[in-house]
């Protein structure tokens, strides 16, 4: 029976392991630095380096890295042991230099041109606001990472720039109501987490999965996810004793791992942690999909984290639960008990709903990969288009606003608007639109378009400052006002008027919503190609270089990067996807004709009898298809080589986008007709029916 209170944050070196280990001149200094940005001096952190060290190696640790998150979407680390020679012998060292600053080979990081080849330098700066922790052997420290010139190379830097920057705002805000006490305002963050489970020998044995994440052929299986029976279904007993272990690495790691169960689509589950400040939710998420895929494989499971490893059945997100909280925790989200809390809750809002109605694009770059681009749009996750949902309670609170006109609550109460006696505001008084891309659900917003397998830094970095930029302009225009509530309901009406737009509380699913959008003057990006246009244009350059998030090189470098990743993305699919062909697919399509034309010679020989037109016609058909298999597979190869001939990224994503992936589409088409044709016996991969079922 394992004790959760006692093995929860063992691994971690966390706030009661420094307060036990540390002076406390020293402690306090390093929750100075932690709290208030504060520097700390050499001398202190050797003094924390020396505790920390010690911790690590009674917990088993011989090895410490800089665990940082550069811009290929996952963690990377450098081992080094504490060993030091005195002699013939060894001591184990570990000194305040090694944990504040690292010098990692930066050569092979996608920098975007921040960096030439030939410079190899990069550094690692100690991000004390996440606790260092014990993965394995190793020390793991938590970490920024930056360019010799001290442009960011990673996500972390810029994510902790943006929370930054709304907090600097939204204490601006909150002093216009009086609000003294609060010193800084945190963004909070609960990402659940989606993922399928399937057996490893299985997956093995498809190269796609192995080198893509998806498949790239695959015919439906008899059933799929038609009854809706593994939704919230009885968790397998394999599944669940994967979960069991997965939540006692979370729990050792402090990963505050809340809630599983079964998703939608068979094989496919959902983990959800509890909210905790926006950039140690970030780390946990990045090491829970770590986690996941490390459990799986003691359980002779793989875990699949691509957004869409499954054609015709639904694909995995992972909703971002994003909220705003005081320092002395208030959830400004929050609907209120007063009339003042109100107005506060309601300017936030209408910061929001402006924020997003305005940077409609940045948020779908934010969120745009090669892997999502299967899955946005479909009728199972948001569609492209970004929208809001506020539900059908605080939709009437908001036109009432707008039309200035009095509102009835449910009780039946009337009440004008206005901020000194605004309504008090429900809660949560409606459904959720699981539709919506981004719907608020009581005291947060749940952000539903991101992938699977992505990093929950980006949207974070685009919500952080696009709010920011939203609450510097009000409260410039509200520190100047003479009537201050004069002033915030006239701001407040007017701008939700002005972005009354975004507000969508339909069918997000729906065509019809699509022509609606387009009438409204929203904006439709597809693809990750249309998309990352977004994060150059001139006001999204402005938002993040004003709230000094990124500088404009820095945007740039992540402008090619993003392409960059994309069309290599698709170029390894296109590339597997004709290996399969010709190592077996080919073989297997002539073996398949093979065994009809020796059935109709057999009986033709044997005089069992005279082929009917149906063997006949079967084997004119398998013969179609081979030679249509072909003639797919020769243009799809001829279309990849023509790649060799383009430099520029953004005609290589376009190309890849509009040439490539229609090819395989193409191909994919005959490869799974003729799956569905071929024998089981003859058919050399695995089918959906066997990686979707082969966990019982």
Not at 303 to 330: I, M, R, Y
Not at 563 to 572: A, D, F, T, V, W
Request: glycine share 6%; proline share 5%; aromatic share 8%.
């Amino acid at each position: 029976m394992v004790n959760v209170p006692e093995i929860f944050g063992s691994k971690v070196f966390n706030d009661e392991a420094m307060r036990q280990r540390l002076p406390k001149d020293v402690y306090k200094a390093l929750q100075k630095t932690i709290k208030e940005g504060r520097q700390l001096d050499l001398d202190m952190a050797n003094v924390v380096a020396e505790a920390m060290k010690n911790w690590a190696i009674e917990n088993g640790a011989t090895h410490f890295t800089h665990w940082f998150q550069p811009m290929t979407g996952v963690t990377a680390e450098k081992h080094d042991s504490f060993i030091s020679p005195v002699g013939d012998k060894v001591l184990m060292e570990f000194s305040g230099k090694e944990l504040v600053k690292g010098e990692p080979d930066a050569s092979s990081f996608p920098s975007g041109g921040l960096r030439a080849t030939f410079e190899a330098r990069g550094y690692t700066a100690w991000d004390p606001t996440s606790y260092a922790f014990i993965k394995g052997d190793t020390l793991c420290i938590p970490t920024a990472f930056c360019s010799y010139s001290g442009e960011a190379l990673d996500k972390k830097t810029p994510l902790l720039r943006s929370m930054q920057a709304l907090d600097k705002q939204a204490v601006r805000v909150l002093r216009l109501f009086g609000d003294t006490e609060t010193k800084r305002v945190i963004t909070t963050v609960g990402p659940e987490q989606e993922y399928f489970l399937i057996d490893e020998d299985v997956y093995r044995k498809r190269p796609d999965l192995l080198y893509t994440g998806r498949t790239l052929f695959g015919n439906k299986p008899p059933k799929g996810q038609e009854l809706d029976d593994h939704y919230f279904g009885q968790i397998k007993p394999r599944v669940k004793e994967f979960m069991k272990d997965l939540d006692n690495e979370l729990w050792k790691l402090g990963i505050l791992a809340k809630t599983e169960h079964n998703e939608v689509a068979p094989a496919q589950h959902e983990l959800a942690p509890i909210f905790t400040t926006t950039n140690i939710a970030t780390d946990h998420n990045q090491l829970t999909m770590e986690l996941m895929k490390t459990v799986a494989k003691k359980h002779h499971m793989h875990c699949l984290l691509h957004e869409k490893p499954f054609d015709g059945v639904n694909g995995s997100g992972k909703h971002n639960n994003w909220s705003l909280s005081t320092d002395t925790g208030k959830n400004l989200l929050e609907p209120g008990d007063t009339p003042s809390q109100n107005a506060q809750f309601l300017l936030f809002l209408t910061a929001v709903i402006e924020a997003v109605d305005r940077y409609q694009g940045l948020l779908r770059y934010s969120v745009a990969s090669a892997g999502n681009d299967h899955r946005l749009g479909a009728n199972e996750a948001p569609p492209a288009i970004i929208s809001v949902y506020v539900g059908d309670e605080l939709d009437n609170v908001i036109k009432s606003i707008i039309d200035g006109t009095d509102y009835t609550d449910k009780s039946k109460k009337m009440m004008s608007i206005g901020a000194s006696v605004l309504p008090h505001i429900p809660q949560d008084t409606t459904d959720r639109n699981r539709t919506s891309p981004f719907a608020f659900t009581g005291n947060k917003f749940e952000f539903r378009s991101l992938g699977s397998n992505a990093s929950i830094a980006s949207p974070n970095i685009v919500l952080n400052t696009i709010v920011a930029e939203v609450l510097n302009e009000y409260a410039d225009k509200l520190e100047k006002a003479t009537d201050f509530d004069s002033a915030l309901s006239d701001l407040v009406r007017r701008h939700l008027t002005d972005h009354k737009r975004i507000i969508f509380e339909g069918n997000g699913y729906s065509e019809d919503w699509v022509k609606e959008a387009e009438n409204r003057g929203l904006r439709n990006l597809p693809s990750t190609v249309e998309a990352t246009e977004a994060f150059i244009e001139p006001e999204s350059i402005e938002v993040f270089t004003k709230n000094k998030v990124y500088t404009e090189t820095e945007i740039r470098a992540r402008y090619e990067i993003s392409l960059e990743n994309y069309y290599k993305q698709i170029n390894i699919e296109a590339q597997t996807l004709s290996d399969m062909t010709k190592d077996e697919i080919i073989g297997a399509a002539l073996r398949y004709e093979e065994f009809l034309a020796n059935t109709i010679n057999d009986m033709k020989s044997t005089g069992t009898g005279i082929p009917t037109r149906v063997e006949e016609k079967l084997l004119q058909q398998a013969a179609d298809m081979v030679e249509v298999l072909y003639d797919r597979l020769q243009k799809l190869d001829a279309d990849i080589a023509k790649e060799d001939d383009m430099n520029d990224v953004k005609e290589l994503a376009s190309y890849n986008r509009y040439t490539i992936l229609p090819d395989m589409d193409s191909l994919r088409e005959v490869i799974d007709e003729l799956e569905s044709r071929v024998p089981h016996e003859l058919w050399p991969y695995p089918t959906y029916g066997e990686l979707l079922y082969s966990v019982q």
